[in-house]
Protein backbone atom coordinates (compact mmCIF):
# COMPACT_ATOMS: atom_id res chain seq x y z
CA UNK A 1 0.00 0.00 0.00
CA UNK A 2 0.78 3.58 -0.52
CA UNK A 3 2.26 5.70 -3.47
CA UNK A 4 5.47 3.32 -3.86
CA UNK A 5 4.00 -0.37 -3.14
CA UNK A 6 6.69 -2.37 -2.11
CA UNK A 7 4.13 -5.78 -4.00
CA UNK A 8 3.00 -6.07 -7.02
CA UNK A 9 -0.29 -6.79 -7.29
CA UNK A 10 0.05 -10.69 -7.92
CA UNK A 11 2.86 -10.63 -4.84
CA UNK A 12 0.37 -8.52 -2.39
CA UNK A 13 -2.58 -11.09 -3.34
CA UNK A 14 -0.17 -13.95 -2.50
CA UNK A 15 1.14 -13.01 0.46
CA UNK A 16 -2.17 -11.35 2.17
CA UNK A 17 -4.56 -13.86 0.65
CA UNK A 18 -6.34 -10.67 -0.49
CA UNK A 19 -6.46 -8.03 -3.42
CA UNK A 20 -5.02 -4.70 -3.08
CA UNK A 21 -8.08 -2.97 -3.93
CA UNK A 22 -9.98 -5.51 -1.88
CA UNK A 23 -8.26 -3.86 1.27
CA UNK A 24 -8.69 -0.23 0.07
CA UNK A 25 -12.32 -1.39 0.27
CA UNK A 26 -12.66 -2.75 3.37
CA UNK A 27 -10.61 -0.41 5.34
CA UNK A 28 -12.67 2.76 4.12
CA UNK A 29 -15.49 1.23 5.34
CA UNK A 30 -14.11 0.71 8.87
CA UNK A 31 -12.74 3.94 9.28
CA UNK A 32 -16.44 5.25 8.99
CA UNK A 33 -17.65 2.69 12.00
CA UNK A 34 -14.19 2.97 14.57
CA UNK A 35 -11.97 5.72 15.04
CA UNK A 36 -9.07 2.50 15.51
CA UNK A 37 -9.28 2.63 11.60
CA UNK A 38 -8.08 6.06 11.30
CA UNK A 39 -4.70 7.27 11.35
CA UNK A 40 -4.36 10.19 13.97
CA UNK A 41 -2.10 11.98 16.25
CA UNK A 42 -0.74 11.05 19.60
CA UNK A 43 0.17 13.41 22.56
CA UNK A 44 3.70 13.48 21.12
CA UNK A 45 2.80 14.87 18.14
CA UNK A 46 3.71 11.38 16.13
CA UNK A 47 1.43 9.56 13.68
CA UNK A 48 -0.38 6.47 14.70
CA UNK A 49 -0.04 3.46 13.18
CA UNK A 50 -1.16 3.62 10.04
CA UNK A 51 -4.17 1.65 9.26
CA UNK A 52 -3.41 -0.84 6.23
CA UNK A 53 -0.71 -1.83 8.83
CA UNK A 54 -3.03 -2.42 11.47
CA UNK A 55 -5.47 -4.38 8.52
CA UNK A 56 -2.73 -6.70 6.95
CA UNK A 57 -1.72 -7.45 10.59
CA UNK A 58 -5.18 -8.98 11.45
CA UNK A 59 -5.24 -10.30 7.71
CA UNK A 60 -2.30 -12.56 8.62
CA UNK A 61 -3.07 -13.48 11.87
CA UNK A 62 -6.20 -14.53 10.15
CA UNK A 63 -4.74 -16.34 7.41
CA UNK A 64 -1.86 -18.11 8.67
CA UNK A 65 -3.25 -19.09 12.31
CA UNK A 66 -0.50 -17.76 14.50
CA UNK A 67 0.34 -14.60 16.81
CA UNK A 68 0.95 -11.30 15.77
CA UNK A 69 4.60 -12.36 17.81
CA UNK A 70 5.58 -13.90 14.48
CA UNK A 71 5.25 -10.86 12.49
CA UNK A 72 6.77 -8.47 15.14
CA UNK A 73 9.60 -7.82 13.12
CA UNK A 74 8.34 -6.78 10.08
CA UNK A 75 5.33 -4.91 11.23
CA UNK A 76 6.51 -3.93 14.64
CA UNK A 77 3.47 -3.18 16.70
CA UNK A 78 3.16 -4.41 20.22
CA UNK A 79 1.69 -7.23 21.07
CA UNK A 80 -2.07 -5.68 22.97
CA UNK A 81 -2.17 -4.25 19.62
CA UNK A 82 -2.31 -7.07 17.43
CA UNK A 83 -5.10 -8.35 18.96
CA UNK A 84 -6.76 -5.18 18.52
CA UNK A 85 -5.67 -5.45 14.86
CA UNK A 86 -7.56 -8.64 15.31
CA UNK A 87 -11.04 -7.95 17.21
CA UNK A 88 -11.80 -4.56 15.72
CA UNK A 89 -11.46 -6.00 11.80
CA UNK A 90 -13.86 -9.09 12.74
CA UNK A 91 -16.42 -7.26 15.00
CA UNK A 92 -16.04 -4.31 12.47
CA UNK A 93 -16.89 -6.79 9.22
CA UNK A 94 -19.94 -8.24 11.49
CA UNK A 95 -21.10 -4.97 12.50
CA UNK A 96 -20.68 -2.60 9.22
CA UNK A 97 -23.79 -3.41 7.58
CA UNK A 98 -22.04 -2.20 4.00
CA UNK A 99 -19.85 -5.21 4.65
CA UNK A 100 -21.96 -7.84 6.05
CA UNK A 101 -24.10 -7.64 3.02
CA UNK A 102 -21.54 -8.31 0.45
CA UNK A 103 -19.49 -10.56 2.10
CA UNK A 104 -21.55 -12.19 4.59
CA UNK A 105 -24.61 -13.01 2.73
CA UNK A 106 -26.17 -15.65 1.25
CA UNK A 107 -26.29 -16.79 -2.20
CA UNK A 108 -29.32 -15.94 -4.78
CA UNK A 109 -30.52 -17.55 -7.43
CA UNK A 110 -28.11 -15.08 -9.86
CA UNK A 111 -25.35 -16.31 -7.56
CA UNK A 112 -26.09 -20.10 -7.89
CA UNK A 113 -26.34 -19.60 -11.80
CA UNK A 114 -22.66 -17.94 -11.94
CA UNK A 115 -21.19 -20.54 -9.46
CA UNK A 116 -22.57 -23.36 -11.43
CA UNK A 117 -21.66 -22.15 -14.64
CA UNK A 118 -17.77 -21.07 -13.61
CA UNK A 119 -17.55 -24.75 -11.88
CA UNK A 120 -18.83 -26.33 -14.91
CA UNK A 121 -16.20 -24.14 -16.88
CA UNK A 122 -13.09 -24.65 -14.31
CA UNK A 123 -14.20 -28.26 -12.99
CA UNK A 124 -16.19 -30.13 -15.82
CA UNK A 125 -19.18 -30.90 -13.50
CA UNK A 126 -22.29 -29.60 -14.37
CA UNK A 127 -24.73 -28.12 -11.09
CA UNK A 128 -22.09 -27.72 -8.29
CA UNK A 129 -22.79 -25.15 -5.96
CA UNK A 130 -19.35 -25.86 -4.00
CA UNK A 131 -17.41 -28.06 -1.54
CA UNK A 132 -18.55 -28.91 1.72
CA UNK A 133 -16.32 -30.02 4.92
CA UNK A 134 -15.91 -29.83 8.53
CA UNK A 135 -12.76 -28.36 10.01
CA UNK A 136 -11.80 -28.15 13.29
CA UNK A 137 -9.87 -25.23 14.61
CA UNK A 138 -7.39 -25.95 17.96
CA UNK A 139 -8.67 -24.19 21.08
CA UNK A 140 -5.75 -23.71 23.32
CA UNK A 141 -7.43 -21.44 26.07
CA UNK A 142 -10.65 -23.95 26.72
CA UNK A 143 -12.03 -23.55 30.05
CA UNK A 144 -11.44 -27.08 32.03
CA UNK A 145 -14.82 -27.49 32.88
CA UNK A 146 -15.83 -27.55 29.36
CA UNK A 147 -12.89 -30.07 27.86
CA UNK A 148 -14.89 -32.65 28.25
CA UNK A 149 -17.22 -31.38 25.43
CA UNK A 150 -14.67 -30.01 23.24
CA UNK A 151 -12.06 -32.44 23.19
CA UNK A 152 -12.53 -35.33 21.10
CA UNK A 153 -10.19 -38.14 19.67
CA UNK A 154 -7.59 -34.86 18.68
CA UNK A 155 -7.24 -35.30 22.82
CA UNK A 156 -7.22 -31.50 22.52
CA UNK A 157 -10.18 -29.02 23.07
CA UNK A 158 -11.22 -28.21 19.84
CA UNK A 159 -14.39 -25.85 17.32
CA UNK A 160 -15.62 -27.17 13.97
CA UNK A 161 -16.04 -24.75 11.16
CA UNK A 162 -18.57 -26.05 8.47
CA UNK A 163 -18.22 -24.26 5.63
CA UNK A 164 -19.44 -24.46 1.94
CA UNK A 165 -16.30 -22.95 -0.66
CA UNK A 166 -16.32 -22.49 -4.41
CA UNK A 167 -13.13 -22.30 -6.99
CA UNK A 168 -12.81 -18.54 -5.86
CA UNK A 169 -12.39 -19.66 -1.93
CA UNK A 170 -15.60 -17.70 -1.61
CA UNK A 171 -16.96 -18.76 1.63
CA UNK A 172 -21.18 -19.02 0.69
CA UNK A 173 -21.91 -20.93 3.96
CA UNK A 174 -19.98 -21.06 7.34
CA UNK A 175 -21.50 -22.14 10.57
CA UNK A 176 -18.75 -22.17 13.57
CA UNK A 177 -19.05 -23.29 17.25
CA UNK A 178 -19.37 -26.84 17.29
CA UNK A 179 -18.23 -28.42 20.08
CA UNK A 180 -14.71 -30.72 19.27
CA UNK A 181 -16.73 -33.83 19.97
CA UNK A 182 -18.85 -33.84 17.36
CA UNK A 183 -17.95 -35.52 13.37
CA UNK A 184 -19.21 -34.42 10.63
CA UNK A 185 -22.50 -35.97 10.51
CA UNK A 186 -23.43 -34.67 13.78
CA UNK A 187 -22.49 -31.32 12.66
CA UNK A 188 -24.43 -31.84 9.43
CA UNK A 189 -27.37 -32.88 11.82
CA UNK A 190 -26.97 -29.03 13.15
CA UNK A 191 -26.35 -27.40 10.36
CA UNK A 192 -28.46 -24.61 9.37
CA UNK A 193 -27.66 -25.79 5.44
CA UNK A 194 -29.03 -29.04 6.35
CA UNK A 195 -32.14 -27.54 7.89
CA UNK A 196 -32.68 -25.10 4.28
CA UNK A 197 -32.76 -28.32 2.16
CA UNK A 198 -35.47 -29.57 4.71
CA UNK A 199 -37.79 -26.79 4.94
CA UNK A 200 -37.49 -26.27 1.17
CA UNK A 201 -35.60 -22.37 1.71
CA UNK A 202 -32.69 -24.18 -0.27
CA UNK A 203 -35.01 -24.71 -3.54
CA UNK A 204 -34.94 -21.25 -4.78
CA UNK A 205 -31.54 -21.59 -5.76
CA UNK A 206 -32.54 -24.89 -7.82
CA UNK A 207 -32.60 -24.56 -11.41
CA UNK A 208 -32.30 -26.87 -14.15
CA UNK A 209 -29.63 -27.98 -15.88
CA UNK A 210 -27.96 -31.05 -18.49
CA UNK A 211 -25.73 -33.99 -17.66
CA UNK A 212 -25.09 -36.06 -20.54
CA UNK A 213 -28.21 -35.31 -21.59
CA UNK A 214 -30.15 -35.43 -19.11
CA UNK A 215 -31.91 -32.97 -16.99
CA UNK A 216 -31.14 -32.55 -13.21
CA UNK A 217 -32.74 -29.67 -10.81
CA UNK A 218 -30.49 -30.37 -7.75
CA UNK A 219 -28.03 -28.14 -7.34
CA UNK A 220 -25.02 -30.53 -5.49
CA UNK A 221 -22.27 -30.12 -3.15
CA UNK A 222 -18.76 -32.46 -3.37
CA UNK A 223 -18.30 -34.06 -0.04
CA UNK A 224 -15.88 -36.70 1.39
CA UNK A 225 -17.33 -40.51 2.18
CA UNK A 226 -18.46 -39.92 5.69
CA UNK A 227 -21.79 -37.80 4.51
CA UNK A 228 -24.97 -39.21 3.89
CA UNK A 229 -26.09 -40.50 0.46
CA UNK A 230 -28.56 -37.38 -0.32
CA UNK A 231 -29.35 -36.13 -3.91
CA UNK A 232 -27.14 -33.38 -3.18
CA UNK A 233 -24.01 -34.88 -2.68
CA UNK A 234 -21.65 -36.39 -4.76
CA UNK A 235 -19.06 -38.48 -3.23
CA UNK A 236 -15.84 -40.20 -3.76
CA UNK A 237 -16.00 -43.98 -4.69
CA UNK A 238 -14.80 -45.02 -1.21
CA UNK A 239 -13.49 -48.70 -3.46
CA UNK A 240 -13.07 -48.19 -7.42
CA UNK A 241 -12.51 -51.57 -9.28
CA UNK A 242 -12.87 -49.88 -13.19
CA UNK A 243 -11.09 -47.50 -14.79
CA UNK A 244 -13.84 -45.27 -15.22
CA UNK A 245 -14.47 -45.38 -11.25
CA UNK A 246 -11.19 -44.16 -10.19
CA UNK A 247 -10.98 -41.75 -12.57
CA UNK A 248 -14.31 -40.29 -11.28
CA UNK A 249 -12.71 -40.70 -7.80
CA UNK A 250 -9.41 -38.83 -8.61
CA UNK A 251 -11.25 -36.02 -10.06
CA UNK A 252 -13.85 -35.43 -7.53
CA UNK A 253 -10.82 -35.31 -4.74
CA UNK A 254 -8.85 -32.98 -6.66
CA UNK A 255 -11.80 -30.61 -6.90
CA UNK A 256 -13.27 -30.89 -3.09
CA UNK A 257 -9.78 -29.72 -2.58
CA UNK A 258 -11.45 -25.95 -2.88
CA UNK A 259 -13.11 -26.01 0.87
CA UNK A 260 -9.15 -27.63 2.47
CA UNK A 261 -7.84 -24.63 0.11
CA UNK A 262 -10.37 -21.83 1.87
Known amino acids: MGPVPRFPDKSFERTFRITRSMVETLVTHLAKKHSFWRQTVCRAGKPTICPYVKFLMGMKMLCYGVSGNAFVDYFQMGESTTRRCVSNLTKGIVCCRALANQYLRKPTKS ?5 VAMHERVHKIPGMMGSLDVTKVHWKNCPTAWKGQFQGREKVASIGLEAVVDNNLWFWHAAFGFPGTLNDINVWERSSLYESMIDGAHDELD ?17 DGIYPPLTRFLSSESDP ?11 QEAHRKDVERG
Open 241 to 251: HTKLAYSFAQD
Open 207 to 223: FEFLVDGEVFDKLIYLV
Open 111 to 115: DARNI
